[in-house]
């Protein structure tokens, strides 16, 4: 039995390590249960379906930095395999590709810690955890000796932690590429987590640590005693009225991969856009609480402003651009996308399978260039 056990770790790690390749890497992206555990979400009995509006075309061309980029060109040459909007409260454009349809559960990778977020928001409210001032091993006790011990939860949700990581996809040695391999042999992330050491004073720098999100997620279900699927369920996935069941991939221990293992439909990541959009309110209900949508997207120190980084600043889990339109963004590896634009009312949302997400200078990998493409839809729709 433990010979069986063992094989089957060993086919997940393969699975891991040719999960990106370019011949496989789109059914991969919407099939991951094949390869995982998961936990499922429900769908609701009654589903929200966003009304249909005047349908629009794309830009035919935007521009970034002086070049000239053809929108339809763009998106294939980014690998695109959804691309819908919601302007004014309704579905004015929806498009898949490459096998993609408006029921295909699309990994969201670091999108979900927008998500996560948006929960541990909610578990404040309901009075789960006091202060975002307490330290993480306040309710992690078993972080104790780690890197996270004696951190502020708001350093931990703002990605300032100071732990050190390096987040290198295309390192084989890189701390995330470790986490990976360690999760498809099924070991926790929790302990994973307990590894890890500090590196410099947190709350004095952006620094992106995925297992930020896995430490988050370990606050929530010790405090509300629930699952990190169930309180999603409960918490978001009903009062929306998501039109599709979802699930979340999770290690051998039942642990949700937090980080980034969230796997749903173009149209239910809209939802959560839609949502933050409306600050938290949905169809005259208050979901997550405003001050909590609002802090989320606001950077308010001097290390998280976009200036004072590479292009975006950062707020609970979500990016926010330079400029004055209020926007922010909710961002996946391989160039997943929730775009949010308060002042046209635009929410945008992108679902890619981009094996060339991580070369240097690739246009078709960066998301200060198709945000450029955001605005231009956005922009057109307030003509």
């Known amino acids: ?25 789109a059914d991969n992206f919407r099939g991951m249960y094949h390869l995982f555990g998961d936990k499922k979400i429900a769908a609701p009995d009654q589903p929200f379906h966003f009304p249909k509006g005047k349908e629009i ?26 691309f819908m909007v919601i302007q004014n409260d309704e579905l004015v454009y929806e498009r898949y590709f490459s096998g993609n ?14 998500v996560v977020s948006a929960l541990f928001g909610i578990a404040m409210e309901e009075g789960y955890i006091r202060s975002l001032d307490q330290a993480v091993d306040e309710y992690l006790p078993d972080l104790r000796g780690s890197g996270y011990e004696g951190v502020r939860i708001k350093d931990v949700l703002q990605m300032s932690a100071g732990v050190k990581f390096n987040e290198d996809y295309h390192a084989f040695w890189s701390d995330i590429n470790k986490w990976g391999r360690k999760f498809a042999f099924g070991s926790s ?40 699927s169930e309180y999603l369920e409960e918490k978001l996935w009903r009062p929306l009225g998501m039109e599709y069941s979802a699930y979340w991939l999770c290690d051998d221990s039942g642990m949700e991969v937090a980080l980034g293992g969230l796997n749903i439909t173009l149209r239910d990541y809209a939802k959560i856009g839609q949502l933050y959009l409306d600050q938290g309110a949905w169809r005259g209900v208050q979901i997550i609480p405003k001050e909590w949508v609002l802090a989320s997207v606001t950077p308010d120190a001097w290390h998280l402003m976009p200036e004072n980084n ?6 609970y889990h979500w990016w926010v651009p330079p400029g004055g339109e209020g926007e922010f963004m909710a961002m ?52």
Do not use: C
């Not at 935007?62 to 000239?68: L, Y």
């Not at 349809?101 to 927008?114: D, F, N, Q, T, V």
């Not at 945008?348 to 240097?360: G, L, Q, T």
């Open 189 to 228: 992330q929790d302990k994973f987590a307990a590894s890890l050491k500090n590196e410099i004073e947190p709350g004095t720098k952006l620094h992106y640590v995925s297992i930020n999100t896995h430490v988050l997620a370990m606050i929530i279900v010790r405090a509300t005693g629930k699952g990190l």
């Open 57 to 82: 075309s794309l830009p035919d061309q935007f521009t970034f930095e002086g070049n000239t980029y053809k929108s339809s060109e763009y998106l294939n040459s980014a690998f695109t395999k959804g």
């Open 101 to 114: 349809s408006e029921s295909s559960r699309h990994i969201s990778w670091s999108m979900a810690k927008s």
């Open 1 to 25: 039995m433990g010979t069986i056990k063992f094989l089957t770790k060993l086919k997940r790690v393969y699975r891991v390590m040719h999960l990106f390749e370019e011949d496989n890497i």
């Open 332 to 383: 996946g590896v391989y160039n997943q996308y929730i775009y949010v634009n308060p002042s046209t009312r635009t929410v945008i949302v992108v679902n890619s399978a981009n094996h060339r997400f991580n070369e240097e200078g690739n246009p078709y990998a960066a998301p200060k260039v198709i945000l450029e493409l955001f605005r231009a839809i956005g922009h057109r729709a307030t003509l």
């Open 310 to 315: 590479k292009f975006f600043g950062y707020g």
